[in-house]
């Protein structure tokens, strides 16, 4: 009889800190990431226009932080240097960045693209970030995500991540089938995140950001990213490629 009292309590005990421990996890929802993000001084028409899975990607990144403080971003207007090809419209290939300090002299950066229209890469498109060099990438803070949906109006799926075919001290680059070769045209985008160290007092503030949409019928042409003082320029050689390039200013 004690035997089977000891094993009754034993287990009895077992579920009480079992549930417990349960009551200690807590489920992050999309709301507490809202609420995470606006005690952070994000604005509110900025948390509303992102998606659940750059929120996500924000929160497992960032949110654990507890300076984490919202960066203004205005994009500068630059002269677009090429040889050949096309500019992008804003209205097809949607090019933003967020920015999040992170503590003392950190930075959380997140370059984001999506395609507005569907698209068919061949394996051949580019995309690549740069800061200026008063900033320098930490090593193992880096992540990305490729997104894909048939229909505008179909949820997201993950295509998983874009390989790094470049870096850098300042940034990273992307190129190739990683970046997506569908059979048909699809909805693509792309979320991108890394942690810099500001490494001068009064750094320049800068990061540039490039995609090449490459549907030539040749050979794969080779591109790169880096921020200039005064420009940046992708020069394709063929009228088959696109480019989009802007330069943005991080305000802290």
């Known amino acids: 009889m004690k035997r089977v009292l000891s094993v009754l309590l034993t287990v009895a005990l077992f579920f009480t800190l079992q549930s417990v421990a ?6 992050v929802t999309l709301s507490d990431i ?9 604005p509110e028409n900025i948390i509303s226009g992102l998606d659940d899975e750059l929120k996500q990607m924000i929160y497992e990144n960032s949110g654990s932080s507890p300076e ?16 050949s090809g096309y500019s992008i419209p804003s209205s097809d290939l949607k090019i933003e960045v967020l920015a999040f300090s992170v503590g003392s002299g950190k930075a959380d950066i997140y370059p984001i693209y999506e395609w507005l229209k569907p698209v068919k ?32 109006g179909d949820n997201w799926t993950s295509a998983g991540a874009a390989t790094y075919t470049g870096s850098s ?29 500001i490494d001068k007092t009064n750094p320049v503030k800068k990061i540039a950001i490039s995609y090449v949409h490459d549907t030539s019928s040749g050979g794969t042409f080779g591109y790169s990213i880096g921020y200039g003082p005064a420009y940046i320029s992708v ?10 390039t802007n330069v943005y200013n991080l305000v802290f």
């Open 121 to 152: 890469p061949k394996g051949k498109d580019y995309f690549g970030y740069s800061t200026h060099s008063d900033f320098s990438v930490v090593a193992n803070t880096r992540s990305n995500l490729i997104w894909y949906k048939l229909n505008s």
């Open 34 to 42: 809202d609420q995470i993000l606006r005690d952070s001084g994000t």
């Open 169 to 197: 001290l300042t940034g990273y680059e992307h190129s190739g089938s990683s970046l997506g070769t569908p059979d048909f045209p699809i909805y693509i985008k792309g979320n991108f995140s890394f942690r810099v160290d």
């Open 235 to 244: 020069t394709p050689s063929s009228s088959n490629v696109g480019y989009n």
């Open 22 to 27: 349960g009551a200690e996890v807590k489920q």
């Open 68 to 83: 984490l403080k919202f960066i203004e971003v205005q994009q500068e207007v630059v002269p677009q240097l090429f040889a």
